[in-house]
């Protein structure tokens, strides 16, 4: 008997081959779309952390607002400010009794920043809240 040589010759070395290449096309997609995801989630936390400090500066600029009202007594610097702030489109109130003036900065998709300030005397305050309401805890 005589045997052909040529053609196509599949044995279990190509099989394995065939396998690993497979296995490590597989491999290679699931790591390039877990590196995305990766990605989007690492893009997504930097928008909210820069809403937050955006929020959190405006918040510092409030305060500095409040130097301005240095000479006045609490009572009428905390009206001038919740009038200014409101006009501003910033959601302002001032408790009179308390002498608390309250106030919430949006910050995008972080939430809101909470800010209440206590006005003591004139020019003097203290930071009662300073607080960041994320979405979630709203609802």
């Known amino acids: ?15 394995v081959n065939i396998l690993l290449l497979l296995i490590f096309a597989c491999v290679s997609m699931l790591s390039l779309s877990h590196a995305r995801v990766d990605l989007m989630t690492a893009e997504h936390s930097i928008e909210i952390s820069n809403a937050y400090y955006d929020a959190d500066s405006k918040g510092q600029e409030i305060l500095g607002l409040l130097s301005v009202y240095s000479s006045y007594l609490p009572d009428v610097a905390g009206h001038e400010m919740e009038n200014i702030l409101n006009e501003q489109g910033i959601a302002a109130i001032y408790q009179k009794e308390s002498q608390i003036l309250s106030l ?3 910050a995008n998709e972080a939430g809101t920043l909470s800010i209440s300030i206590h006005l003591i005397s004139s020019g003097q305050y203290e930071i009662i809240k300073w607080q960041l309401l994320t979405p979630e805890s709203i609802e």
Not at 1 to 15: D, E, N, R, S, W
């Open 1 to 15: 008997m005589k045997y052909k040589k040529g053609g196509l010759a599949v044995g279990f070395p190509t099989i």
């Open 104 to 106: 919430t900065l949006p």
